[in-house]
């Protein structure tokens, strides 16, 4: 599909910082101007973007769809991670059915869409012994039928573990030959290699600390290499981590990850919200990078991730939501003003600037997950780009229009998408999806675990 998109009030790109003309062709930014000609010879859509300022799409790099239909469940509203994990996904997640986590991803990629996003990564988990692929391949429709670039990262468990929840709930672990045979299978389905891929598939353990053992995870982690893929997984949102860390394996919890091979440039992980400067040190000098996911961490209360010291020691930011049970928004751009605002109230007001908040949602989330191609708006590059209507009264008083929705947050008005070119969203309308009828099935989901749990 050809686009000429016009006559914007800004555009985020520092090829192009005059520009409010982009012309797209084939899935890739062509040309980025002011007042670029429409081409009759060579027809394309016109796509009016007065009032709107244009945005590369947003790259979410930690979510858990699955939770899109577990928000604010009362019995895990006030607890801690380990005691919130057991009372709320643990408890629910063997009562997924495929047909639920379909609409549950729906909801948390529609979510993300209206909040700008164009990628996302999952961290999907619900795999155990006897796991149905259904659910796997839910995630993937989803994804497809909605139109966003979907990085599947796909966690597992080799032992019950030390977190509290999977025993209580009867989640029998899978053998390390069962996760490796089923990574197989889904990379030859569905991964793609390349900068501008729509799929990719990540390997992903859940947990390195508490739900993996250490052969499980050297497994995984040459798998992963051989197969260029990869790997992610959660490490040192609380401080249980160290502790586990130290009683069970007799070092710290990064140097135990290293000595797994799960330190690297193809590594990231979700929080880190506990590094010591030792940690820090050693994700810099080794490349590994970080999924900063404020909004779950405060929800949980489980601290607040040391971006900006991590930032200057050399680690690559990227923002996540992390699940929707813990993180009942499901909006990038909810994530991008916490975290602007969030340092400040550490740091003071030089902590962060709205560029270096921009590039960690954008540009920095799509080297993280390889995707070269997306990230940032230059001619050239994948047409990944959201245009953000500001022509309504809450931005008015605004003086700064290109980053009054990361400065004003919430609610932002998605008037259109576009991901490799294709709209995903017209007219701020979620193409594929009516709105009504997701919430219906969504209610239907959240009434069904309820009776089932
Ligand atoms: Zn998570």
Avoid at 185 to 208: C, E, I, N
Avoid at 220 to 229: C, V
Avoid at 243 to 268: F, H, N, T
């Amino acid at each position: 599909m050809n686009y000429l998109i016009q006559n914007a009030k800004a555009i985020a790109s520092e090829t192009a910082p005059d520009a409010r003309d982009i012309r797209i062709r084939d899935g890739r930014i062509t040309e980025m101007g002011l007042n670029l000609a429409p081409t009759p010879e060579d027809p394309e859509t016109l796509v009016d973007a007065s009032g709107c300022v244009v945005w590369p799409g947003l790259v979410n790099t930690h979510h858990h769809l699955a939770q899109s239909i577990m928000k604010g469940v009362p019995e895990g509203l006030n607890h801690n991670l380990g005691e919130w994990l057991s009372s709320v996904p643990f408890r629910y997640w063997p009562r997924v059915t495929p047909d639920m986590m379909y609409h549950a991803a729906r909801l948390g990629l529609y979510e993300l869409i209206r909040s700008g996003a164009t990628t996302c990564a999952d961290h999907h988990y619900l795999y155990h012994n006897t796991t149905s692929p259904e659910l796997e391949e839910a995630v993937w429709q989803a994804a497809e039928e909605l139109g966003i670039r979907m990085v599947l990262c796909r966690g597992s468990a080799t032992e019950a573990g030390s977190h509290e929840g999977m025993i209580e709930h009867g989640i029998a672990a899978e053998t390390i030959e069962q996760i490796i045979d089923r990574l197989d299978a889904t990379r030859k389905k569905h991964h793609q290699a390349g900068p501008d891929a729509m799929k990719k598939l990540v390997v992903a353990p859940t947990s390195l600390i508490h739900s993996s053992s250490p052969e499980g995870l050297k497994a995984q982690a040459r798998w992963a290499r051989e197969n260029n893929l990869k790997m992610h997984s959660h490490l040192l949102e609380v401080g249980f981590d160290e502790s586990q860390a130290r009683s069970k394996y007799g070092m710290s919890a990064i140097d135990y990850a290293e000595s797994c091979e799960w330190l690297g440039p193809d590594v990231w992980y979700a929080h880190l919200v506990h590094s010591d400067p030792h940690a820090i040190s050693r994700l810099a000098a080794t490349g590994t990078g970080i999924a900063h996911c404020p909004t779950s961490n405060c929800r949980l209360g489980s601290g607040i991730a040391p971006a900006i010291d991590m930032e200057a020691a050399g680690i690559q930011i990227t923002l996540g939501v992390d699940g929707s049970a813990s993180a009942e928004s499901g909006s990038m751009l909810q994530e991008l003003n916490l975290a602007w605002l969030i340092h400040r109230a550490l740091k003071g007001p030089r902590a962060t600037t709205l560029e270096q908040v921009l590039e960690w949602g954008s540009r920095n989330g799509a080297e993280l997950l390889g995707l070269h191609d997306t990230g940032t708006l230059d001619v050239g590059k994948a047409a990944d780009l959201v245009l953000y209507d500001i022509d309504q009264p809450r931005f008015a008083g605004v003086h700064s229009p290109l980053m009054a929705p990361l400065m004003c947050g919430e609610p932002v008005h998605v008037r259109d998408s576009f991901v490799q070119g294709r709209q995903i969203v017209a007219g701020g309308q979620v193409n594929g999806l009516d709105e009504s009828e997701l919430t219906r099935n969504v209610q239907d989901c959240v009434s069904r675990l309820l009776r089932e749990a």
